[in-house]
Nanobody, 121 residues
Framework: QVQLVESGGGLVQAGGSLRLSCAAS????????LAWFRQAPGKEREFVAG????????YYADSVKGRFTIPRDNTKNTMYLQMNSLKPEDTAVYYC??????????????WGQGTQVTVSS
């Protein structure tokens, strides 16, 4: 059982930055990779970024490569989504997930509650 708690969403202007946090807990959370997804109004949920707790594997959607990174603090069992050069099309509810696999296709087993990110133009 994995519990995930997100924080850090909000309103930001285009070109700005925002950092989301995902704190993981539970007996088995280190058996999973952590991944970030997002869902914009009227659209399907899509994979954004994710990777292993060790940092040896990281994956990014093409739409965020070069702008988003996923630093982690293993002492706090927390993975972050650092979002730079934000665009209005990044507006969505962002979810972190415990993923049994990310590549080639993400498969998430547990989800956080989601946090809203709004980028104004």
């Amino acid at each position: 059982q994995v519990q995930l708690v997100e924080s850090g969403g909000g309103l930001v202007q285009a070109g700005g930055s925002l950092r989301l946090s995902c704190a993981a807990s539970g007996r088995t959370f280190r058996n999973y990779d952590l991944a970030w997804f997002r869902q914009a109004p009227g659209k399907e949920r899509e994979f954004v970024a994710g990777g292993s707790w060790s940092g040896s594997r990281t994956y990014y959607a093409d739409s965020v490569k070069g702008r988003f990174t996923i630093p982690r603090d293993n002492t706090k069992n927390t993975m972050y989504l650092q979002m730079n050069s934000l665009k209005p099309e990044d507006t969505a509810v962002y979810y972190c997930a415990a993923a049994r696999t990310i590549s080639p296709k993400p498969v998430a087993d547990s989800w956080g509650q989601g946090t809203q990110v709004t980028v104004s133009s």
